[in-house]
């Protein structure tokens, strides 16, 4: 069934500058008209912005060596 939808919406390039205000916009639509979203954003931003901190520590700290890597090449490309 979903394969007789029309693909409309993938050929539409929106990369860049342009992809992030139009992503701020709809967040701030969503903000604006659905008030739960609030309390949603409110909390996952700050564990978000954590669990960034987290992965960046522990890479720079236990950063990944060349033997700690079993398939160097899983597609087997050239």
Known sequence: ?????PQRFRAIPVKG???LVLTLGVVLV???TVPVTRWFLLISIPV???AALVL????KFRPVREEDV???RPLKLS
Do not use: P, S
């Open 1 to 5: 069934m979903a394969t007789d939808q």
């Open 48 to 50: 978000g912005i954590l």
């Open 56 to 59: 960046h520590l522990w890479h």
């Open 17 to 19: 500058v342009l992809a």
């Open 30 to 32: 969503f903000l604006i």
């Open 70 to 72: 079993e398939d160097k």
